[in-house]
T-cell receptor, first 109, second 113 residues
Framework: EDQVTQSPEALRLQEGESSSLNCSYT??????LFWYRQDPGKGPEFLFT???AGEEKEKERLKATLTKKESFLHITAPKPEDSATYLCAGSSGYSTLTFGKGTMLLVSP | NAGVTQTPKFRILKIGQSMTLQCTQDMNHNYMYWYRQDPGMGLKLIYYSVGAGITDKGEVPNGYNVSRSTTEDFPLRLELAAPSQTSVYFC????????????FGEGSRLTVL
């Protein structure tokens, strides 16, 4: 059974305090590892796709990396507007994603 | 472009009632999905479709039905609603089967009492 596990469940940071979110996965025939951002009361919004170990993607203060067993979402000098729930997902085909439970990030000014 | 539109946004049902959650998209995407999201849980795939006339079960299909008669529409039918179906339902689309880049609607919050 495909499984995606995210840690921590919640993370509170001060503005400017860098940190990382973890996503470990067991997805047979993994065809991609994906990161999404979800704001309260909204649908998830796509951030990154990673296809192979060693790959990195960046967007503003966010950088996603991938190893053979896990992915990290690094947040550098976060701002309050980065507060959201970050979801990790793996796919084994047809873009059907297995999601983790998410990490709720709160950045205080 | 509206993207992915879901209706209704909120609905309260009584146990045993039936209803249809509507999802329509103007992105001309072939792939469409229904997920449910429960507090503290990850999104769970209910059904998906790779094109008009083709649907398949996801991880948690029991108690639901879908149809896909057009590219644009992918309604989710709940028969004999149960309290366990209280959840937030998200419809999503993708341009292809290997992108993993899903475009989500804003969700439909359903409560079954």
């Amino acid at each position: 059974e495909d499984q995606v596990t995210q840690s921590p469940e919640a993370l509170r940071l001060q503005e400017g305090e860098s940190s990382s979110l973890n996503c470990s996965y067991t997805v047979s025939g993994l065809r991609g590892l994906f990161w999404y951002r979800q704001d309260p009361g909204k649908g998830p919004e796509f951030l990154f796709t990673l296809y192979s170990a060693g790959e990195e993607k960046e967007k503003e203060r966010l950088k996603a990396t991938l190893t053979k067993k896990e992915s990290f979402l690094h947040i550098t000098a976060p701002k309050p507007e980065d507060s959201a729930t970050y979801l990790c997902a793996g796919s084994s085909g047809y873009s059907t994603l297995t999601f983790g439970k998410g990490t709720m990030l709160l950045v205080s000014p | 472009n509206a993207g992915v539109t879901q209706t209704p946004k909120f609905r309260i049902l009584k146990i045993g009632q039936s209803m249809t959650l509507q999802c329509t998209q103007d992105m001309n995407h072939n792939y469409m999905y229904w997920y449910r999201q429960d507090p503290g849980m990850g999104l769970k795939l209910i059904y998906y479709s790779v094109g008009a006339g083709i649907t398949d079960k996801g991880e948690v299909p029991n108690g639901y039905n879908v149809s896909r008669s057009t590219t644009e529409d992918f309604p989710l039918r709940l028969e004999l609603a149960a309290p366990s179906q209280t959840s937030v339902y998200f419809c999503a689309t993708a341009s292809g089967g290997n992108t993993g880049e899903l475009f989500f609607g804003e969700g439909s919050r359903l409560t079954v009492l």
